[in-house]
């Protein structure tokens, strides 16, 4: 039973960073491409980023290249975000998903989500 669970999430100013990270279990993570995809109150879930199975390939929405860096280490079954110079509007509940693409109807499992709020 392929189980992902998102963590790192927490409260942080404009400007500082964060960490998540999306653990594998019950499956072969390594055999997977991952997204992180966020929602935020309102609004439709987006893509965030993607990485494929050996980390060959990154993607990242227009909104958080140069800030945000996924990567991933198989060893350990898990997958990070890395966000950095937080803004607002990465406001939102984070979410690890199997699959590649930005999209969310091209990922298959979904792990429960981890909240972040960039807020003063």
């Known amino acids: 039973q392929v189980q992902l669970q998102a963590s790192g999430g927490g409260l942080v100013q404009p400007g500082g960073s964060l960490r998540l990270s999306c653990v594998g279990s019950?499956?072969?993570?390594?055999?997977?491409?991952i997204g992180w995809f966020r929602q935020a109150p309102g609004k439709e879930r987006e893509g965030v980023s993607c990485?494929?199975?050996?980390?060959?390939?990154?993607d990242y929405a227009d909104s958080v290249k140069g800030r945000f860096t996924i990567s991933r280490v198989n060893a350990k079954n898990t997958v990070y975000l890395q966000m950095n110079s937080l803004k607002s509007e990465d406001t939102g509940v984070y979410y690890c998903?199997?699959?590649?693409?930005?999209?969310?109807?091209?990922?298959?499992?979904w792990g429960q989500g981890t909240l972040v709020t960039v807020s003063s």
């Open positions: 998903a199997t699959g590649w693409g930005l999209r969310p109807e091209m990922c298959d499992d």
């Open positions: 019950g499956f072969a993570l390594d055999t997977y491409a």
């Open positions: 990485i494929s199975d050996t980390s060959y390939y990154t």
